[in-house]
């Protein structure tokens, strides 16, 4: 995706130094674009853990290199294990975090520690290279359900709603959620974008609308609250989401909010769609509210915000009334039953075991 004109990706190999990473450092955006780069497993899971990266495919994608990192500098079989184990602990709800150090341990093991690092890369950049061509085709079997939204109203623009960031900046390239959106847009499908501002870290408001403009999507920040509002107004056409982890029963957790916005679209007869790729679906689970982690984050989260100051320097400042105690769950579980279904690099389908069997036959 671009930055004024220029192609960027989230996580690339350092040109000067290959074995080595650069990151987008996400807490800085949108406010200046920042690189950092990565030379160690402890800086890999730094950036998880602090959200420098963030996004259930990014997260695994970092991952999976933070492994090249730490076998570079011991390919011993303890050392691996000790990597894989700090990696696993910087973030428990997105599932593509286990799903990438499985893979990545599963390829290791297999491997003599001489043949590791080789290993490693091969299979770290493989990771990169398919979540890229997952989010492609999830925009291009997204971008059919705008068009049909345009053609039912006779080609007048369609509004999409959406919340939290599930843009390039949450995966490698593309997206999930707005890869429908950007691909409708280049095929001049006329489309504007509701973007929720996402309390209490400000991703819509901060990331998906700094990707959008930088895209020349057509696009409006709103509260969070306001989503119901737009829709029983007639202002909404579709909502389309990401996640950081779907059960087997196609229950999706994503960020916090998610939930009330699928229960006010299902009140308005609205489709509610979770834009994903297969390895952001954990099979091994089927009630999502019983079994899948949240993440509870900081407190200050809620009750701080920081931003530029006029004299352009960036300040915090506290928002709640002091020493009010703030509670802080990063996610929330919507159930399949609120879901019009998925949209995933096989194509679309309805919400629900079945459903995703259909896609994926060999997960039966």
Known sequence: MNIDGTPYRTIWRDPDEPWSLCIIDQTRLPWSLEIVRLADVAAAAHAIRTMQVRGAPLIGATAAYGMCLAVRADATDAAMERAA??????????????????????????????????????????IAEEDVAQCQAIGRHGAALIAAAAARRGGARVNVLT??????????????????IYTAHNQGIDLHVWVDETR????????????????????TVI????????????????????????????????????????????????????ALPSSTIDWRTRDGVAEIPIEQR???????????TEAGTLATIAVTA??????????????????????????????????????????G
Not at 166 to 175: C, K, Q
Not at 298 to 308: F, I, Q
Request: net charge neutral.
């Open 85 to 126: 184990a700090l990696l696993l602990a910087t973030r428990p709800t997105a599932v593509n975090l286990a799903w990438a150090i499985a893979r990545m341990l599963a390829r290791l093991r297999a491997a003599p520690p001489h043949a590791r690092v080789a290993a490693a890369y091969e299979e770290a950049d493989r």
């Open 298 to 308: 900081a407190a200050t989260e809620v009750t701080h915000l920081t931003g530029p």
């Open 163 to 180: 919340h939290c960031n599930a843009g390039w900046l949450a995966t490698v390239d593309w997206g999930t959620a707005l890869a429908p």
């Open 322 to 363: 002091p020493g009010s105690p703030a509670a802080n769950p990063a996610f929330d579980v919507t159930p399949a039953r609120l879901l019009s279904g998925f949209i995933t690099e096989r194509g679309c389908c309805a919400a629900g075991e079945a459903g995703l069997l259909g896609l994926f036959p060999e997960q």
């Open 200 to 219: 209490p870290r400000n991703q819509g408001a901060a990331l998906t609308a700094w990707e959008l403009g930088k895209h020349g999507v057509p696009h």
């Open 223 to 274: 509260a969070d609250n306001a989503g119901g509002h737009l829709m029983q107004h007639g202002q909404v056409d579709l909502a389309i989401v990401g996640a950081d982890r779907v059960t087997r029963g196609g229950d999706a957790a994503n960020k916090i909010g998610t939930y009330l916005k699928a229960l006010a679209a299902r009140d308005n007869g609205l489709p509610f769609w979770v």
